[in-house]
Every structure is written in structure tokens, then in C-alpha cells.
């Protein structure tokens, strides 16, 4: 069983972008420069937008958090990001999901601005990924895509079963692991929330996807022998021996899934540090297209 290191792999990519950027100040070009709205402050997205500022520091892009009250508007909201999309200091931003009842999140991914949506968010971007063209891809599936590359797991004809059919992770997964080329060539099955008999579609699975939320969901018996495990759960569960009051839980059943797995991505330190490394990998690419 291999673990797939994504604390590790994102840092790689980090460093690579940093030696970028260092290229981009040495011929005196401005550097990336990510924004990122956050409206309200429940404890998890705040967590989140905090270190995607803090990996932008750590590569040397320039970053901007912009901080709105849970009360805020729709019509605010939509404002502020005409703003950004108008501010030619700013190369990509991101609108932090999800938003507070009052404001449409539809519209909202509706008005960023298609050439700075580095969260892949926008209808033009996710019909040009589904269409092959180049585009954001959304950064928790490029960030699985390219755990797959740097570790060379053959996803070519092999069953991929995802669970969970967000617009954010489920659905672009599905679409990105049966498009032509590595990683990709699959024969993928979505399952969600009405899927009968889940357990008999996993158990025929090559690759799982799981991005559901729901703690310790897949069981080793869920598992055919030698599966590729990817777990994109990170739902907090209290537990009062731990500092933070919390433990940040997967999917899966790692302890026993693990023991049958050929490959597994651990939680934390899997799929959600490569989430924000590829963020900053569409950044680095607006930046470039902008020039
Ligand atoms: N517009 C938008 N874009 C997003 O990309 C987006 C979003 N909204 N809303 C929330 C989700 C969640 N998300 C994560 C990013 C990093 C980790 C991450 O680094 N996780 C660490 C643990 C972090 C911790 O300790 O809490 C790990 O898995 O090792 C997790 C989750 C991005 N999201």
C-alpha cells in the first residue's frame, strides 16, 4: 500500500511555483496577485481562506482577503466582485463557498469574471473543461489529477466509482477521470445520495472517489482488493482530548480501508493541501494568460 503524500507533493509545487515567480521578479514582471472574498466567518471557511493567503505568502504571490459580514447583501456581494473583476492589480479570485441564505450562489459564479475564476467556478469554465478546452480546472479535482500523475496510477479502462455529485468536486471529477488521456480514460460511475445498493457498486471499483462528508463512510468491505482510495471528506468531529476541540475526519475507514488499498490518500494531509497548491497553480496561470 502506497500513501499518496499530498502534503508532501503540494510543497513540491509550491517550490516549483516559487521558482517562478522568483523568474518573474528577476525580469522585473508584476507576480501573481489572488483574492479571496469571504462572506461571515464560521469558524471552517475562515480556517480554509487563511491558508490559501498563507500558501500565497509562501510563494511569493501577492493576496488580498477581503472580509464581509454574514449580514451582507447580494447586491454588496455582487459589487464587490465587479470591483475585482475591474481591478487590473488582481490576476484571479475566488468567492469562498458557501455563502449565507440571502445571497444566490448561481449568480454569484455568474458575475466573477470568466478570464479571473481561478476556482474553475464559472458555467463558461466548467463547460470548456467538460469540452477539453483549456480552462481552470476546479482545484480539488486538478489537485486529485495531478496526485495521480506525480504518483503514475494507471487510471486508463479502470472502473472509477465517485461518490458524491457536488458541482465543486462529485461532477467535475466525473467528468475529468473518463475525458480522453492520463489521468483520465476511465469508465466512471457517479453515485450519490438516491444510489441503491452503493456497496455493491464500490465493491467493483478500481478507483474511489469519495466526497461525501460523511465521516468513515467507506469500510474495507466496501473495498475490492488493490482499490485506489481517494478520500476528499474533511469533516470536523469533536473530540475534546485534541487542542482545537476537533479532529478533521475522512470518508473513509483508513485504518481498515488502508490494509487493502494499492494506493490511499490520508486525511489530513491527502486531497486538501493539493486543493490549495493547484489554487495557486491557476493563479500562476492568469497571471500569465493576462500578460
Ligand atoms: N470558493 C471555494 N473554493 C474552494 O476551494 C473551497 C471553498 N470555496 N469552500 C470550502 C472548500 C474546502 N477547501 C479546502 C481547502 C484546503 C483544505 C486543507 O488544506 N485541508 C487540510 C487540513 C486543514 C485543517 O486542519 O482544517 C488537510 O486536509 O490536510 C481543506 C479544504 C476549499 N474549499
Request: include cysteine; glycine fraction near 8%.
Amino acid at each position: 500500500m502506497i500513501i499518496l503524500d499530498g502534503k508532501k507533493v503540494s510543497n513540491d509545487i509550491k517550490n516549483e511555483i516559487a521558482a517562478e515567480v522568483e523568474k518573474m521578479k528577476a525580469n522585473g514582471e508584476k507576480v501573481p496577485h489572488l483574492a479571496a472574498i469571504i462572506v461571515g466567518d464560521d469558524g471552517a471557511s475562515l480556517t480554509y481562506v487563511g491558508s490559501k493567503v498563507k500558501a500565497c505568502e509562501r510563494v511569493g504571490f501577492e493576496s488580498t482577503l477581503v472580509k464581509m459580514a454574514h449580514t451582507t447583501s447580494e447586491l454588496e456581494l455582487l459589487k464587490k466582485i465587479k470591483e475585482l473583476n475591474e481591478d487590473d492589480n488582481i490576476d484571479g479570485f475566488i468567492v469562498q463557498l458557501p455563502l449565507p441564505p440571502q445571497i444566490d450562489t448561481q449568480k454569484v459564479l455568474l458575475t466573477v469574471d470568466p478570464s479571473k475564476d481561478v476556482d474553475g467556478f464559472h458555467p463558461e469554465n466548467f463547460g470548456k473543461m467538460a469540452l477539453d478546452m483549456s480552462t481552470f480546472i476546479p482545484a480539488t479535482p486538478f489537485g486529485i489529477l495531478e496526485l495521480l500523475q506525480r504518483y503514475e496510477v494507471d487510471t486508463k479502462g479502470k472502473h472509477t466509482v465517485v461518490i458524491g455529485r457536488s458541482h465543486i468536486v462529485g461532477r467535475p471529477m466525473s467528468i475529468l477521470m473518463s475525458r480522453k488521456g492520463w489521468p483520465g480514460n476511465s469508465t466512471v460511475t457517479l453515485t450519490h445520495s438516491n444510489t441503491k445498493n452503493i456497496a455493491q457498486i464500490t465493491t467493483q471499483a478500481d478507483i474511489i472517489i469519495s466526497a461525501l462528508g460523511v465521516p468513515n463512510f467507506l469500510k474495507a468491505e466496501m473495498v475490492k482488493d488493490d482499490a485506489v482510495i481517494i478520500d476528499v471528506g474533511i469533516t470536523r468531529v469533536e473530540d475534546e482530548s485534541h487542542p482545537k476541540g476537533y479532529v478533521i475526519t475522512g470518508d473513509v475507514d483508513f485504518e481498515n480501508v488502508s490494509k487493502k488499498a494499492s494506493f490511499i490518500t490520508p486525511v489530513p494531509g491527502g486531497v486538501g493541501p493539493m486543493t490549495i497548491a493547484m489554487l495557486l497553480k491557476n493563479t500562476l496561470l492568469a497571471r500569465e494568460q493576462r500578460k
